[in-house]
Each structure stands twice: as C-alpha cells, then as structure tokens.
C-alpha cells in the first residue's frame, strides 16, 4: 500500500516539475493599453496571437486600463516592482518616466531597419536628451470641425472655413451678433495646451539652456487675442476652467460654432447629436501664424524593469509595424506612424459624400507637415500649471497679457533652475 | 476561568486591529517617515532631512490652499450641523409617505460624487440652468458667473459638498431624534411652549451625542474635499477652489513629488487631530 503511494506521490512530483520546467522556458510579457477595450479587443486580440504564433516560446499578456487611471496603475505598480513589460502612453506621461529613467532606450536597442519605418518628425516626439523613449504608434491630427448652419445664420460662407487663429475675432463677433453662439471653446488654461497655439503661431517657447523664451511682444499680443475674446464672450466663460471635453460639449450642443479635435470624436458627435453631425464640415486644422500643424502621439513603451526586454522589444516593434498599423487604421479615424502605412491608398481614396471620410484624409494630408509641436522637457507637468495660471489670469483681467507672461516666464526659469 | 472570560473580547477586537494597522497606522507612520525623502514613485527615495517642511512654509500656494481648506471648514460645518437637525425634525413625523421625503433627501448622498459634480458643473454653466432659472424669475440680471470666477468659484463648490452632505447627517440626526422621549414634548406642550422653545430646549440638547459626531464628521470631510474639486473646477480659476488636499494630489501624482506631498499630508493630519480634539472637548463634556 505505501509502496504504491511513494510511487504516485512521486509521479505526481515528477509532473509538476516537469510542466514547471515548460513553463519556465516560456516567457509572459505584459501589455498594458489605454482604454482599447471593447471597441478594440478583437484586434489587439489578433495581433497577440498572429505574434505569439510567430514566437512560440512568447506568451503576451493584455491589460487595457481606463485613460484616466493609467499614470496611476503604472506609477504603483513601478513603485511595487510589479510594472507591465510593455505599456502604449501618451507622450507627456511616458516624458515623466523618461525622466525617472524607468524606460528602455529605442535608439539604442532597435536596429536600424526598423527604426527607418517611421516618420521622422514623429520619432523625435520621444526624443529626449539623445535617448528615444517609446516607438510612435498611432496619431491623430486635429482638423476643423465647423457647423455649417451657424455659419450659414452668421451670413459666413461655409466653403470657407477659418484657416488661422487671427481671423477668429471677427468672425466671432459676427457669429455672436447674428446667432448669439460661441465661436469655440479653445482649451489653453488647461494642460500646458496653450504652449501649442504659441508655437503654431511661432512664438519660441524656450532657449537652448532651457530658460523661457517666450516673452516677446507677438507673444503679448497673441495673449491679448485670447483676451479680448474672452471678454467679449465670443468664447464662453467656462475657457478658464475647461477644456476639450467641454469644448466637444459645447460644439455638440450647437452652443459654439467650430471644434477643433481629432476626426476620431465625429463618431461621438454622429451618436450624441446626429443633427449637428449632419450639419458639420471638416477642414484643415486651425493655425497660427507660422501655419505649423500638431499631431498627437500615442507610443509604445518598454519599462526599464521588465524580465525579458528582448521579446518586449520584439513585441513592440511587431504591434508597431506597417501591416499591423494600417490595420488599426482601417477601424477607426487614425493615422499610423509609418511611412508604408501613410501611403496606403486607404487614405487618399474616400468616398467624398462621408463626413469621417474627409476628415481622415485631411487628416492624413498634414501629416506630411505635422510635428509634435511641444518637445519633451523636463518638470513638464509643472510647466503646464505656469503656463495654465498665465492664461487663467490673462483672461479673466486678473493680469495684463503683458504682466502675466512676464511673471510666468519668471516662474518657469526658477523651476529650470532647480 | 476567570482569565478566559477578560481575555475574549480583546480577541475579538485583535482582527481590527492587524486590519487597521496595516492599512491605517503603517501608512500613517509611513507617509511621516516619506516626508523626510525626495520620493518620486519610481527610483529610490534619499533622505533630504526636514526640507520638504522648509519649503513647504515658503510655498505661498501652500498657504493659499490651506486658507481655502479653512474657507471650506468655516462655510460648510455649521451648514452641516445645523441644517440637518430641522430636516431629521420635518421627517420624523409619521405623516404618510414620509419615508420618500426621507428617501428623496438621501438619494444625493449616495450618488456617485463625481456624477454629483458633472450635473451640478452643468447647472453652474454661464448660459446653464441656474442663471437661466434666476434670470427668469428676475433675482439677476447678468448671468453670474459661478464657477469660473475667482470669487465664487470656491463657495459654489462649497454648495455642492453641503447639498450632497445634508442627508447623510439627517439619518444621523434621525436615529438621536428616535431617543428622545415624547413625553417630554408633551409636557412642554402643556406648559406653552411653541415649536421653536421646544426644540430649543429638548431636541438639540439631548442630541448633543449627535451633534458632536456630526461635527467631527463633517469636519473631517470639509479638510479632506477632493472629489468635487476636481471635477468641477480643477482648483480654478487661478487657484481660487484649490483645496490642500488637491495640491497635495497634484504634488504628489502630476508632479510625483511624493516627499513634498507627505510633508503636507503630515501637516494635515496634525491639524485635523487638533481640530477633533477641540471639537471633543468643546462638545463631549455635559
């Protein structure tokens, strides 16, 4: 009797060990996503597993997190030394990591053929200090999204939208007489977004050595622009405290004329207010006076406190490539980062008549042109709330323009200096 | 024998106090040891001595956020002490449907403060509801403009903590009411007293257990307000709604500047202690 027992128990023993020395040649990577989850789970779905067919000893772990609650999940999870392998961030948070140097360098880790594929201008967005932090995955480019209708009542002529930010004022004034509605919410007193108009309209933002750049007599008068739309309420009061989501709500609600966003959101647009859809127009985005366009870079990462930073890498570059991204691109109103994918005929070929259509190929006519607009810099959040408190008190009459870029650009030297 | 029966219910209390202390005292004792480091989540904490708390009574910000908190405190305890009391005293009537009234007063309380914060954003809007409504009834003539000036903004976030708070204290209040004698009522009823004498001189003195717990209560959550902050304001404008504990957040999560943001999370803590020691004597002798 026991003699049969030792024999099992040993068996049982010899099992294990064995499925544990197979599993133990396997390697688990984790993927963490933002927000992916539902509309995309059978796509990234079948990426992992066309790329887990190709890697056999690779197995690829898919997390999606809420937008809003990734920083967070990373930040505890790095703190835990529990961090995913590979992580898809925006670039002002994977900039804070960067910065923490919890990321893996792509210049120095990817070859050249592969670091070839992508656009060059895109590349540099997470470039910092020599070091590539993250590979571009997908873009957005914001076009002008315009309610024809209001522009119709304003005695506007909608075949010509706006193209620059200067020609906002008047326009808005005549949208305000005749309809009473706004021209725009712009989102500048949140989020640093206001660096961007400043480099659209060519206004430097800082020096070599990292000192403020910015406070310049165009600067003053760019500032007082905002200003003064926001004292005549051509922009509504709520500028001050919000920004996009509310700029989507008030485009939506047929409250502001002009939205100027990614082509991505005319789906929320098409389901939240079919009627203004109808009415809406694209064009090419809004912008200052050195006509520079921004894109909006979504990358993927490898964290510096991954086990297996080959498959990681391997797993990166493969999700990032030119067949997987024109794929991504066929289901929703975004642009890849790789020169292949951009000159798919999928994005010059539209059907004229679709709204989305039009804006995914004006869209991806300035991706040519278009560059992230904001460098990677250090002590970027803190920057932002400079820049942010600068606009606050410029719009509401707290400061002068002039004063209150003075006091910010004093503000922003002592936090580089620091 | 003898030993068991002192030994039990310290037992029983022994699983609360390994939950409490992993979750609650280690954190504490943590955070104080945190604010002394440079700590940013990610690479390893050093050791920067009492820094932190220097720069912390040089950060004007600092001092504007805690004068915001005290704002919070001053404006929206005694709404919340007081105000509950009458509405608990309307709803203890056994009038039928009564027990809606009750329901209706509770159902902010447990809505999501972030769907609390959304709806009431939308009310505040320049061209929303409120003005709308005020306008109408010929209370204003301009729009006001209540959440996006630097001296409302603060005080109409405060509205929103009180009308989401008031129904939460009410069942407080109601469940001190329930032990009351009604004798005593009828007593003063026979002796002349009106509605107002009577509850003077029985309700709010014999709820006097309440009113202390309801004032530690709502004193902790006014120093602690986040959750509407930033849904609404974000502390603006110009960091006119800006709590403490929102700068903490932002230090500590935005700028991961976790060494700076214990060190205020430490001088919080300090000073809600004292606050709920004075509350305690002030309101917990007889």
């Known amino acids: 009797m026991s003699k049969k027992l030792i024999t099992l128990t040993l068996l049982v023993v010899f099992l294990f060990t064995m499925s544990s020395i197979g599993l133990a040649q396997e390697k688990q990577i984790e993927f963490w996503t933002m927000q992916l989850k539902p509309t995309f789970t059978d796509y990234i779905n079948g990426v992992i597993s066309d790329f887990e067919e190709e890697n056999p000893n690779i197995d690829v772990k898919w997390v999606d997190v809420p937008w809003a609650d990734m920083e967070k999940k990373i930040l505890a999870a790095t703190a835990a030394n529990n961090a995913p392998d590979v992580a898809n961030l925006n670039v002002p948070f994977s900039m804070k990591l960067a910065e923490l140097d919890a990321l893996v360098d792509m210049d120095a880790n990817l070859s050249d053929d592969v670091k070839d594929r992508y656009f060059p201008t895109v590349w540099k967005a997470n470039t910092y200090e020599g070091e590539t932090h993250a590979i571009p995955w997908y873009l957005s480019t914001s076009v002008t999204m315009y309610n024809e209708t209001i522009f119709e009542n304003a005695g506007l002529n909608p075949d010509n939208p706006p193209q620059n930010y200067w020609e906002l004022l008047e326009m808005g004034r005549q949208i305000k007489e005749k309809t009473g509605k706004f021209i725009f919410l712009p989102p500048i007193a949140e989020t640093g977004r206001y660096m961007e108009y400043m480099v659209r309209e060519g206004i430097p933002l800082m020096n070599d050595d990292g000192t403020a750049a910015f406070n310049t007599e165009k600067s003053v008068e760019f500032l007082q622009l905002w200003a003064r739309m926001y004292e005549e309420r051509l922009i509504p009061e709520e500028t001050v405290t919000e920004g996009h989501n509310a700029a989507v709500d008030f485009y939506q609600s047929g409250q502001a004329a002009i939205l100027l966003t990614g082509p991505q959101f005319l789906s929320r647009i098409e389901e939240n207010a079919p009627e203004i859809f109808e009415k809406t127009r694209v064009a090419p985005e809004i912008s200052g006076s050195a006509q520079k366009v921004g894109v909006a870079v979504m990358n993927i990462a490898v964290l510096e406190q991954t086990e297996y930073k080959d498959a990681s890498l391997k797993f990166a570059a493969y999700i990032t490539n030119n067949e997987n991204q024109l794929e991504f691109c066929k289901l929703v109103n975004i642009l890849p980062s790789t020169k292949k994918a951009a000159q798919a005929p999928y994005f010059t070929e539209i059907d004229p008549n679709s709204v989305k259509d039009k804006a995914k190929k004006v869209s991806a006519e300035q991706l040519e042109r278009a560059e992230n607009l904001v460098p990677p810099i250090e002590n970027q959040s803190q920057l932002n709330e400079v820049i942010n408190q600068m606009v606050q008190n410029a719009l509401l009459g707290k400061k002068s323009p002039k004063e209150a870029i003075s006091d910010a650009e004093t503000e922003w030297n002592n936090i580089m200096s620091n | ?286």
């Open chain 2, 1 to 286: 024998m003898k030993l068991r029966k002192t030994y039990t219910p310290y037992l029983f209390l022994v699983p609360a106090l390994i939950f409490m202390g992993i979750f609650l005292f280690y954190p504490i004792v943590d955070v104080f040891r945190l604010s002394f480091t440079n700590y940013n989540m990610i690479q390893e904490a050093s050791y920067v001595g009492n820094q932190n708390y220097q720069d912390l009574l040089n950060d004007p910000l600092f001092w504007k956020t805690l004068k915001n908190s005290f704002i919070y405190l001053i404006g929206v305890v005694p709404l919340l002490v007081i105000l509950p009391i009458f509405i608990a005293i309307l709803v203890n009537r056994k009038l039928k449907g009564i027990k809606w009234f009750r329901a209706a007063y509770y159902i902010p309380v447990v809505t999501s403060m972030v769907v609390v914060g959304i709806m009431w954003k939308w009310l505040y809007r320049g061209n929303g509801l409120l003005n709308y409504l005020l306008q109408t009834i010929g209370l204003i003539n301009e729009p006001i403009s209540w959440l996006t000036s630097t001296d409302y903004a603060l005080y109409s976030v405060m509205a929103v903590t009180i009308w989401k708070g008031l129904g939460y204290y009410m069942v407080i209040y109601l469940a001190g009411l329930q032990s009351i004698p009604q004798d005593l009522y009828e007593v003063a009823q026979i002796d002349g007293a009106n509605w107002w004498q009577k509850h003077l001189h029985i309700t709010i003195p014999l709820l006097k257990p309440s009113i202390l717990l309801v004032t530690i209560l709502s004193s902790i959550a006014a120093m602690k307000v986040f959750t509407e902050v930033y849904v609404m304001t974000k502390g603006g404008p110009i960091n006119s709604s800006k709590t403490l504990v929102f700068y903490i957040y932002e230090k500590a999560f935005e700028n991961l500047n976790l060494g700076y943001a214990a060190a205020m999370g430490f001088v919080l803590f300090v000073i809600i202690f004292i606050l709920s020691f004075i509350n305690f004597k002030v309101l917990g002798q007889e």
